[in-house]
Nanobody, 128 residues
Framework: QVQLVESGGGLVQAGGSLRLSCAAS????????MGWFRQAPGKEREFVGV???????DYADSVKGRFTLSRDNVKNTVYVQMKSLKPEDTAVYYC??????????????????????WGQGTQVTVSS
């Protein structure tokens, strides 16, 4: 069992930066692939990025070059550094933990169904 708690969301102007954190409690954090998803009002939840247990990363095209995922297995925390934010990045951001053999370059890593544990989400609002 893994519990996930996101933090770091807020209101930022377009072009600004934010860093979201996802703290995990429970066992064997280092063995999980960690994904980030987001959901805007009236839209479906969408993949943002993933960092695998072996530190492989993959990003949605919409955030590639602007968002960077990292993980600290000592602190049991995964991060997403977001820069050059756009109003269309406004959403609730969720982190999720998936099975350890989930590789970043596997298309399954982009599916929310590949993840077993979810945080409660943190709101990011980008004003124009």
């Amino acid at each position: 069992q893994v519990q996930l708690v996101e933090s770091g969301g807020g209101l930022v102007q377009a072009g600004g930066s934010l860093r979201l954190s996802c703290a995990a409690s429970g066992r064997a954090f280092s063995r999980y692939a960690m994904g980030w998803f987001r959901q805007a009002p009236g839209k479906e939840r969408e993949f943002v990025g993933v960092i695998s247990a072996s530190y492989g990363v993959d990003y949605a095209d919409s955030v590639k070059g602007r968002f960077t995922l990292s993980r600290d297995n000592v602190k049991n925390t995964v991060y997403v550094q977001m820069k050059s934010l756009k109003p269309e990045d406004t959403a609730v951001y969720y982190c999720a933990a998936g099975r350890g053999d989930l590789k970043a370059d596997n298309s399954w890593a982009r599916l929310s169904s590949s993840y077993d544990y979810w945080g409660q989400g943190t709101q990011v609002t980008v004003s124009s």
